[in-house]
């Protein structure tokens, strides 16, 4: 499939740990050919958009996220209509976070997703205890609530290629993986340290025994024959899980985070590949 650089589908949301500033390193890691491309921890889907693979198995644990990515499938031209309803008014914002995003149908769902999304302080997607998106206002004065031209294109490209959007966990999405498939893993970072962490992306975190789970799922993809490639925080603990395997640190600007003074650092990440 073909697209103008500039009519090139990119991700449709912010999203915390996204890649777009880390996606031209990232490319310089992708093997030259491979049969499905894989991941299972979708996000704003910077990479998928970047290289736009013709067969791919996507998902992510975030049932709001994963709606959305159905309905701009599905349903475009309706989540535009939706999407141009809403008003950046931080009274009408509550009213709109207050609501429950299960009574509300497919589309007034994703709707109110995107929305909160570019709306919301400092476009920090994050749920408590109960799964409820609790940031507050961002005050923007003209934030881009409904990017048409990107959206037909992010959809039209989900309806041409061969793409099957799941939302379940990253160890059974894994489990589909064959010989020859290239399977990207960009998980919640470990932490840097006791205050940096930020794991929330939904109600569930991803503590330390889930990163050591996750490197045995690396293993076994790398057993299977697979082509990985694995981005997390540059800490010893990470350095240790994937020993034996080839560890190259980068650097990436990181632009949301809690807190202002933590946004624009430039940041050393690592990249772990099997091949």
Same mark, same amino acid.
């Given at each position: 499939?073909?697209?103008?650089?500039?009519?090139?589908?990119?991700?449709?949301?912010?999203?915390?740990?996204?890649? @777009?500033? %880390?996606?031209?390193?990232?490319?310089?890691?992708?093997?030259?050919?491979?049969?499905?491309?894989?991941?299972?921890?979708?996000?704003?889907?910077?990479?998928?958009?970047?290289?736009?693979?013709?067969?791919?198995?996507?998902?992510?644990?975030?049932?709001?996220?994963?709606?959305?990515?159905?309905?701009?499938?599905?349903?475009?031209?309706?989540?535009?209509?939706?999407?141009? @309803?809403?008003?950046?008014?931080?009274?009408?914002?509550? &009213?709109?976070?207050?609501?429950?995003?299960?009574?509300?149908?497919?589309?007034?769902?994703?709707?109110?997703?995107?929305?909160?999304?570019?709306?919301?302080?400092?476009?920090?997607?994050?749920?408590?205890?109960?799964?409820?998106?609790?940031?507050?206002?961002?005050?923007?004065?003209?934030?881009?609530?409904?990017?048409?031209?990107?959206? @037909?294109?992010?959809?039209?490209?989900?309806?041409?290629?061969?793409?099957?959007?799941?939302?379940?966990?990253?160890?059974?999405?894994?489990?589909?993986?064959?010989?020859?498939?290239?399977?990207? %893993?960009?998980?919640?970072?470990?932490?840097?340290?006791?205050?940096?962490?930020?794991?929330?992306?939904?109600?569930?975190?991803?503590?330390?025994?889930? &990163?050591?789970?996750?490197?045995?799922?690396?293993?076994?993809?790398? @057993?299977?024959?697979?082509?990985?490639?694995?981005?997390?925080?540059?800490?010893?603990?990470?350095?240790?899980?994937?020993?034996?395997?080839?560890?190259?640190?980068?650097?990436?600007?990181?632009?949301?985070?809690?807190?202002?003074?933590?946004?624009?650092?430039?940041?050393?990440? %690592?990249?772990?590949?099997?091949?």
């Amino acid at each position: 499939m073909l697209f103008k650089e500039a009519l090139k589908p990119k991700p449709f949301v912010k999203w915390a740990g996204g890649k @777009r500033q %880390l996606i031209h390193i990232l490319k310089k890691y992708v093997p030259k050919s491979f049969e499905t491309y894989i991941e299972p921890f979708l996000g704003g889907g910077a990479l998928l958009f970047e290289l736009l693979p013709q067969k791919a198995i996507v998902s992510d644990i975030n049932e709001e996220l994963i709606n959305a990515y159905k309905v701009i499938k599905d349903n475009v031209e309706e989540l535009i209509d939706s999407l141009k @309803r809403h008003r950046n008014e931080e009274n009408y914002y509550y &009213q709109i976070r207050a609501l429950n995003p299960k009574l509300l149908s497919p589309i007034e769902r994703a709707s109110r997703f995107i929305y909160l999304n570019k709306t919301c302080y400092n476009g920090l997607y994050r749920e408590n205890s109960k799964g409820e998106f609790n940031v507050p206002f961002g005050r923007y004065k003209k934030p881009k609530i409904v990017d048409e031209e990107n959206l @037909r294109e992010v959809s039209q490209y989900l309806n041409t290629a061969d793409i099957e959007i799941l939302c379940e966990d990253y160890k059974k999405v894994c489990r589909l993986a064959q010989k020859g498939d290239f399977v990207y %893993l960009d998980p919640p970072y470990h932490p840097i340290s006791l205050t940096a962490s930020f794991t929330k992306y939904s109600k569930y975190d991803f503590s330390r025994q889930d &990163q050591e789970e996750l490197a045995e799922v690396f293993r076994e993809l790398d @057993r299977k024959g697979c082509y990985v490639l694995l981005s997390n925080s540059n800490t010893e603990f990470i350095k240790k899980l994937y020993r034996g395997y080839d560890i190259i640190e980068v650097s990436a600007n990181r632009f949301i985070n809690c807190k202002g003074e933590g946004r624009k650092k430039t940041k050393v990440e %690592l990249i772990v590949k099997n091949f």
